[in-house]
């Protein structure tokens, strides 16, 4: 199935809140342009906002989504191998494990700004998290540069553009390390930022 990028997407990135602990500062895509098999790293940059907004009892989370003909389809371009901290800042750099956060946030769990997750539509995502919570301590001078790998597979449309969406954000998990839905259990959420970008499959001539 083709899955073609229906709008074109520059990059831009819109910051929520000013009530949260972190915020978004900067999203980017290393090569945006793939041939088959290549892989690129997206990094996304969060810092802290400032010590009146430090919560400590948030797991850090990433969201990337990819644009898809259809919801539940495999996507052409592969994401994995999150990392919190690479820059080696806030106990950094470490692996953020796979937890299907996406799935499970509803309408105003991930709203800032007049801007709702749930109101982005036709992607695919996959999610990552911290192993534990993490401090910002109100260290706006300092930042923690996270990772994640996206690759062009075998099945991906030849010329076509995805859209790469990176949301990140805070998972207050009630303590048995399940996402779980708000409305029903002590775990909550809240979003620090939301970015957009894209990838161009190349044809094998390049």
């Known amino acids: 199935m083709r899955k073609k990028l229906g709008l074109a ?15 978004l500062q900067a999203f980017s895509i290393a090569d945006y342009t793939l041939t088959i098999g290549q892989t690129t790293k997206a990094k996304i940059t969060v810092r802290p906002m400032g010590s009146d907004y430090a919560v ?8 990337v989504g990819v644009s898809a003909g259809a919801i539940g389809d495999d996507t052409d371009i592969g994401v994995s ?29 991930c709203a800032q700004s007049g801007l709702d997750f749930t109101d982005v539509s036709g992607h695919l995502w996959k999610g990552f998290a911290t192993a534990t919570n993490k401090n910002d301590q109100g ?18 449309d030849l010329g076509e ?38 990838v161009h499959v190349l044809n094998n001539a390049g």
């Open 9 to 23: 997407l520059g990059i831009a990135t819109l910051a929520f809140a000013l009530s949260s602990c972190w915020v």
């Open 56 to 63: 400590t009892g948030y797991r850090q989370f990433l969201l």
């Open 81 to 109: 191998g999150a990392r919190w901290g690479i820059n080696g800042q806030f106990g950094g750099p470490l692996a953020m494990g796979v937890e299907d956060i996406a799935s499970v946030l509803a309408p105003g769990d």
């Open 139 to 156: 260290k706006v001078g300092s930042k923690s540069v996270i990772d994640v790998t996206l690759k062009a597979r075998s099945g991906a």
């Open 161 to 198: 553009n995805y859209s790469i969406v990176a949301v990140v954000g805070g998972w207050h998990d009630d303590g048995d390390g399940t996402p779980e839905d708000s409305a029903s259990t002590d775990d909550s959420y809240i979003c620090w930022g939301i970015a957009t970008g894209s």
